[in-house]
């Protein structure tokens, strides 16, 4: 091995290491709830010293938000990539669909997310985790009305900022009732939805 892929090699180990321990955090989390799990348990699941997750995290609380954060942040990556290319008519119906499916898919993600926020009421050192998790939401959801705005799929007179914490709320509104309640209906409450945002008005007199 050249001296340069050595290198490079030890150049990606943090990174690694770190995504390594944020994987083993999420499985570690969702199976036994924050107040059950130990940072000697996230290390021995991630193959890391114990001293890491503090080096990399300084503790469980930021860990919990950085678990999250990932979660999200591959959560869209995906969703870019399926309304990539699709048409105005359908626009609505596939970015549905992709909450849909992550709350059947990925239901550990939500637990951890109220849990978070449980946790953020009443930890002062977690309130400002919850504060830029719920931003980066309504940012992201900001975006993808941005887009439904330029497809013509959402009236472009609609308050990008306001519906996207519209729709935060109803996801995650939506994704407890959901789990506390099976028999909720999830995609008629997104037609409906849907139904809706088509109808808001537009800016032409």
């Known amino acids: 091995m050249s001296k340069q892929d050595t290198t490079s090699k030890h150049s990606e180990e ?14 570690v989390l969702a199976e036994k709830g924050y107040d059950a799990t130990t940072l000697r348990e996230i290390s021995r699941e991630a193959d890391a010293a114990p001293g890491l997750v503090h080096y ?7 860990l919990l938000v950085e678990v999250l954060k990932s979660m999200g942040e591959l959560h869209m990556q995906e969703g870019r990539e399926l ?15 992709l909450s849909a499916t992550r709350l059947a898919e990925q239901p550990e993600a939500y637990r951890l997310r109220y849990e ?7 930890n002062a050192r977690l309130s400002p985790g919850v504060r830029d998790l ?10 993808v009305v941005s887009w439904g ?6 009236s472009p007179s609609a308050n990008r900022d ?8 109803v996801f995650d509104g939506l994704a407890l009732q959901k789990m506390m309640d099976p028999t909720v209906d999830v995609d008629a409450v997104y037609q409906l939805l849907a139904q809706m945002i088509r109808g808001l008005p537009s800016d032409e007199k």
Request: charged share 20%; net charge positive; proline share 3%.
């Open 149 to 154: 705005q330029q497809l013509g799929a959402v």
């Open 134 to 143: 719920l931003a980066e939401g309504r940012d992201v959801i900001g975006q």
């Open 83 to 97: 309304l990539k290319n699709v048409t105005p008519e359908r626009f609505m119906e596939v970015a549905f669909a």
């Open 116 to 122: 978070l926020f449980s946790l953020g009421l009443h």
């Open 14 to 27: 943090p990174q690694e290491t770190r995504k390594r321990i944020i994987s083993a955090a999420a499985r």
């Open 56 to 62: 990399y995290f300084g503790g469980k609380d930021q």
């Open 162 to 169: 306001a519906l996207a914490s519209l729709l935060l709320a």
